[in-house]
């Protein structure tokens, strides 16, 4: 009799046991809160631009942090070990992850294929394995796409000076997004009769010196949506300035060290998702089915100041708008 209450007593452990497990790894937060997870995956403007963007969003929505929301916020500090480690930490126990930038979208989705994903600053869902078509993601991620009309990008420079024979872009070769601009870039700038080269860069450490070198070569750059350039946008502006070499940034948040340029703005992206994650939380949506969006508008901005360092009328730029 003592052996079967003893047994009975540890099967009753047991199932204590594995209830405090699940509760532990349930979804919703204290008082009903829902939970929300955000991948951020380094620091720099346009990626915390898109996360206040997002969360913004939300609360104009009625979600707000700490009330019906709960944001578990973690920034990967362009680390992939750290990003593996975040994404396998939110698995399973959040209602929603937003995810910014694609290696932060793709580490969460390789960790968990069952929570809701909504990704922004994604150049190429379908190249990155995010989704299997832009219309019907087929997959549990969807989100907006930070794609910069890099045609626009050249036409600006040929409006500013006609006479410009060869461009140049600077990337990431590691970067997916960046590679899929540069040939987007290539195959327009040569259409247009220009000479295009690459500058390729790993790190940021490398930015300096092949800047350097670009500039030497080309009449014109263009900058990318690009992790590493986003970084060291201060560093460019800089070598671009003293070279007098006209530059063209594909996001707002590169203005610092471009003549001017045009983009996406964001913040304005971050809001943007945050208007399909309400679909998914207040209206069951299936993220599956969401299709992917593009930024709703893009945007021209001018540096005056870098202008008039370079000799180059605003006025003249704007033409090209």
Not at 90 to 108: E, H, N, S, V, Y
Not at 172 to 178: D, H, I, L, Q, Y
Not at 196 to 224: F, H, M, W, Y
Request: aromatic share 4%; charged share 25%.
């Amino acid at each position: 009799m003592e052996r079967r209450m003893n047994k009975k007593i540890r099967a009753i452990l047991g199932l204590g046991l594995v209830g405090l497990s699940l509760a532990g790894c349930s979804q919703g937060g204290q008082d009903g809160q829902k939970e929300i997870g955000i991948i951020q995956y380094g620091e720099h403007q346009a990626l915390n631009d898109a996360r206040e963007g997002f969360v913004e969003g939300l609360e104009e929505a009625g979600f707000k942090d700490g009330e019906t929301i709960h944001i578990d916020y973690q920034n990967a500090q362009a680390d992939q070990s750290n990003l593996n480690s975040i994404a396998q930490n939110m698995k399973g126990r959040k209602d929603l992850t937003f995810a910014i930038a694609t290696p932060a979208a793709q580490a969460a989705l390789n960790a968990d294929k069952q929570t809701p994903i909504l990704f922004t600053a994604v150049t190429d869902a379908v190249s990155a394995n995010l989704v299997k078509s832009l219309d019907q993601p087929g997959t549990n991620a969807s989100g907006t796409s930070d794609i910069a009309p890099v045609e626009k990008a050249v036409d600006l420079l040929l409006t500013i000076d006609p006479s410009i024979k060869t461009v140049g872009m600077p990337y990431n070769s590691s970067e997916v997004n960046s590679e899929i601009q540069f040939k987007a870039f290539k195959d327009y700038a040569e259409s247009k009769g220009l000479k295009v080269e690459a500058q390729t860069v790993t790190t940021t450490n490398e930015v300096q010196s092949a800047i350097t070198a670009l500039a030497k070569r080309v009449d014109g750059i263009c900058l990318p949506t690009d992790n590493t350039i986003a970084q060291t946008i201060p560093t460019i502006g800089s070598v671009v300035r003293e070279a007098k070499v006209p530059t063209i940034g594909a996001e707002s948040a590169h203005l610092e060290g471009c003549l001017a340029t045009y983009g996406v703005n964001y913040k304005d992206l971050g809001r943007q998702t945050a208007e399909m994650a309400v679909k998914i939380l207040k209206d069951g949506a299936d993220v599956s089915q969401i299709p992917v969006e593009k930024a709703k508008d893009y945007e021209l901005v001018v540096n005056e100041a870098m202008a008039k360092e370079l000799g180059i009328d605003p006025a003249q730029i704007k033409k090209g708008e």
